[in-house]
């Protein structure tokens, strides 16, 4: 069984670590539940189960039975929690969630980047280098397979951003076998950290050179997602339901909530049994067709186990043409309008392999393949449901639909460069002016590869659509 550290740097990074650990949690004491019912063997011994093992280490000799506290004092997170504003880290600490860790895993200062890349790479990657490191050393070393680490950060901040790549840097020199699978989440249009979109194209830039693959994650899909979930739900919410409407902190804990559960569901094949278990590194290599093409759109449904409502259990060919529609991506793009160049859908609860390539059949038809990987689908299918749900999709697709997202960041880049506003702050903070060149020139020719794609693929003859193969 091989294993996996969640590496989540800055406040947005942290957060959404908290909850990713709080609903792994609920997972885990589900299946602990159902196996100790099932198969009472699974729960004799000292060693933990190889479902827990993945992101846990036992921490006592004491097996950990069916309750969350009970795991919570058994376990032990393979995590490392990074910041250089040290309050969210202290409230994880402190808080429900406190005996998952231990203090050497975490890194923190107290005066933060000023949401400056230059500060969080430069100035903190420099000076917290080596107690990085050995935090990361600590928790590699107990683990018996180290297969891959999961980023957690923002792009629009400074610690993020910056910092945040630069730990990327770091490992992928360090642990150059390691998969290195970022989530980066995007600021929205109107977001008040002015200088974002510098932020954001120079850590891009990093990510294009060091990470295996990246999930973008845009904090105005999220939002939207929020909003359509409380259209369609209002007035059938359950009493003390997390969709409560209006409250700020409420909205973020739900828009994490979104991000803790496409991580689940993309790891579950690597925690749970399953006919068809795809791990992190096969999601690379059968995702990511050229080198800079590392950025996945995502897709979930349901997205009611959010909430606790009043509706029906979607069904599960909803949940495969939902994975397809624009308003439950993850970022703001249309798909449809894309091509796709290599698409996994990872299925999770009691599901006939047969009704994944009914499914697929009858989507392809509605979608743009490329020519060249028109057999391109990869199939995961886990046994174990999330929690509250008879099934759930996951859709991590290749699509050059990414390149309008790239093509709003720039222009929000080029209106602040053209005249250097705030260039300054960088560049007194030992960053080169010709970094913002390298950045743009960087975030270009991600654009141009996407349009050429669309271009090629116009241009070329269209076969018929031959049958999915399971890959």
């Known amino acids: 069984m091989t294993q996996s550290i969640i590496v989540s740097i800055g406040q947005c990074g942290n957060q959404i670590a908290s909850q990713f650990w709080e609903r792994a949690l609920r997972e885990h004491d589900e299946y602990i539940k159902n196996s100790s019912s099932s198969n009472s063997k699974a729960l004799l011994g000292d060693s933990i189960d190889p479902a827990l093992n993945t992101f846990f280490r036992l ?32 409230e994880v600490l402190r808080g429900p969630l406190r005996s998952l860790f231990e203090e050497h895993q975490s890194v923190t200062s107290v005066s933060g980047s000023g949401n400056n890349w230059a500060v969080g790479y430069y100035t903190y990657g420099q000076s ?26 923002s792009m629009g901040g400074g610690t993020g951003s910056g910092l945040g790549t630069c730990v990327l840097e770091m490992l992928h020199d360090e642990y150059p076998s390691v998969f290195r699978f970022v989530t980066a989440v995007y600021p929205s249009k109107d977001d008040d950290v002015i200088t974002s979109p510098y932020n954001s194209v120079l850590a891009m830039r990093q990510l294009q050179l060091y990470a295996d693959c990246v999930i973008p994650v845009e904090n105005q899909a999220l939002n939207d997602i929020v909003e359509m979930v409380d259209t369609q739900t209002k007035g059938k919410l ?19 909530n979104i991000v803790a559960n496409t991580l689940l569901n993309m790891t579950s094949s690597s925690r749970f049994e399953g006919s068809l278990n795809v791990d992190v590194n096969e999601i690379t290599t059968n995702l990511v067709p050229f080198p800079q ?23 599960l060919n909803q949940m495969f043409t939902d994975c397809f529609e624009a308003n439950y991506q993850l970022v703001r793009c249309t798909p449809r309008k894309g091509l796709y160049t290599a698409c996994a859908l990872m299925v999770r609860g009691n599901v006939e392999v047969s ?15 490329s020519t060249w990987n028109s057999e391109g689908w990869k199939i995961g299918l886990c046994a174990q449901p999330p929690v509250g749900q008879r099934h759930a999709v996951l859709c991590l ?20 460069y053209r005249k250097k506003a705030f260039k300054h702050h960088y560049t007194s903070n030992g960053m080169e002016e010709c970094l913002f060149e390298e950045a743009i020139t960087s975030l270009s020719s991600l654009i141009d590869l996407y349009s050429s794609l669309d271009k090629e693929d116009l241009q070329a003859p269209q076969p018929p659509p031959p049958r999915p193969d399971i890959l």
């Open 293 to 315: 093409m590392q950025f996945l759109t995502t897709s979930i449904s349901p997205l009611y186990d959010i909430a606790d409502v009043h509706v029906p259990p979607r069904q």
């Open 59 to 90: 921490a006592s000799s004491k097996r950990p039975h069916s309750s969350t506290s009970s795991l919570k004092s058994a376990l032990r997170a393979r995590a490392v929690l990074i910041d250089m504003e040290e309050g969210v880290v202290n």
């Open 238 to 256: 359950k009493k003390h339901s997390d969709i409560t409407g209006g409250s700020k902190e409420k909205s973020w804990r739900r828009m994490n």
């Open 128 to 153: 917290h280098r080596e107690s990085i490191l050995e935090t990361v050393r600590v928790a590699a070393e107990q683990c018996d397979c180290l297969q891959s680490f999961l980023f957690l950060h």
């Open 397 to 416: 697709a290749n699509n050059t639909c990414m390149r309008e997202s790239c093509e709003n960041l720039k222009s929000r880049f080029v209106q602040l």
């Open 355 to 369: 009704d994944i390539r009914r499914n697929i059949d009858r989507i392809r038809q509605k979608i743009h393949f």
